[in-house]
């Protein structure tokens, strides 16, 4: 069965990087159809259209995208992609790696964040001037997603659940979160613990070894998976998928690098991590697994691009993968 994936680079990086990934997916022995389409501030300086409806037509008709970044037009294009495939579940792995550089080398993290809800998806007003406020919606349908998304994900990997919150200040909000969390794991008898999010923040850098699968509420997860990416050797290997019932999108953590947009030295690596987890998500567990492994292998072996102390071109990087695949 041929898949059809939509490739959406963006901007900056975005067309470094990604055509770096389809380099990969194209050497694998899966049935591919790419569908290339335009989002970010280039479309957009040419149309007038930061995101065309024949993107979200696109993204919405494939089994899966990859996408790169966009540029300012970041929140316009990235929020309704991630609508469009219906992405209620931010997948951020934050892995060490053996070779790179990492502040905490046993790091090996994945964060599920909850992502169609919270403060991210509030409403904001001005209610007098110099007054504002902002209104979150918390709902047990979608904590109750999410915690089942967290223990299917976890059940797979075979690892710790911890849920993060802050429910003893936020106590009608975060309780729900919570709760709902609770339930899930209660009805299917799986062990998790609970931490509150400021001290998991100081307990990720001082024993991040002591967790694995963490379940967040939107705010918290970004914030979290941020930090995470700091004890790991930085944005250029973060991967990330935002997940619905049918559809799903995979991305890079990182952005379009404008300070190295052009250079041909930007790191493929979370793009093409981002790649496997498409594989995986597809159910090609196989290629997807290949793509690791030789990722894992050229990261510990070089060549590195100079976010990780090499001078290798994204291209000799690529082909170092592909190389690689066995
Ligand atoms: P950024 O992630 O683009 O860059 C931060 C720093 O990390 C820069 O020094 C950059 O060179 C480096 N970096 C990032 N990815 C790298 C890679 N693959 N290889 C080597 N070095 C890498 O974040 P920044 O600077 O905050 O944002 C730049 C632009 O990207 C902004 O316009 C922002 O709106 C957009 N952005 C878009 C996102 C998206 O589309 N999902 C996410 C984050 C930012
Ligand atoms: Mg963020």
């Known amino acids: 069965m041929t898949d059809r994936i939509a490739v959406v680079p963006g901007d900056g990086i975005g067309r470094e990087v990604v055509p770096a990934a389809v380099e990969v997916l194209s050497a694998l022995p899966v049935d591919i159809e790419f569908v290339e389409a335009e989002a970010g501030d280039r479309v957009r300086d040419e149309t007038g259209e930061a995101l065309p409806e024949g993107t979200v ?10 996408f790169g970044a966009a540029g ?26 053996p070779g790179v550089d990492a502040l905490k080398p046993e790091t090996d993290l994945v964060f599920v964040r909850e992502n169609t809800e919270g403060v991210y998806a ?55 979160f919570l709760d ?50 700091g004890l790991v050797g930085g944005l250029g290997l973060l991967p990330s998928a935002n997940v619905g019932d049918d559809n799903a999108l995979f991305e890079p953590v ?24 498409l594989l995986e998500h597809l ?27 090499g001078s290798a071109t994204t291209e000799d990087v690529t082909d170092a993968i592909v190389g690689r695949l066995g």
Do not use: W
């Open 57 to 66: 037509e696109v993204v919405s008709g494939a089994d899966a995208t990859l």
């Open 72 to 97: 300012e037009t970041a929140a316009d294009v990235i929020l309704p992609l991630r609508a469009a495939v219906g992405g209620y579940a931010n997948v951020r792995p934050a892995r060490a790696y």
């Open 122 to 176: 509030g409403i904001e007003s001005e209610i007098a001037p110099g007054v504002t406020t902002l209104t979150r919606v918390v709902t047990e349908e979608a904590s109750r997603r999410i915690a089942e998304f967290g223990f299917d994900y976890t059940e797979a990997r075979g690892d710790d659940v911890t849920v993060a919150h802050k429910a003893n200040v936020m106590r009608t909000t975060d309780g729900q």
């Open 180 to 229: 709902a969390v609770r339930a899930v794991a209660d009805e299917r008898g799986a062990a998790h613990e609970e931490a509150l999010m400021d001290a998991l923040a100081m307990h990720l850098v001082l024993r991040p070894e002591e967790y694995g699968v963490v379940i967040c509420p939107n705010l918290a997860g970004d914030v979290l998976s941020d930090l995470a990416a």
């Open 254 to 277: 990182h952005g379009t690098a404008p300070d190295i947009a052009g250079e041909g030295i930007a790191n493929p690596v979370a793009t093409i991590l981002s790649a496997a987890m």
């Open 283 to 309: 159910g090609h567990d196989e290629e997807g697994a290949r793509v690791r492994s030789a990722v894992e292998a050229v990261l510990e072996d070089g060549p590195r691009t100079p976010d990780l102390g």
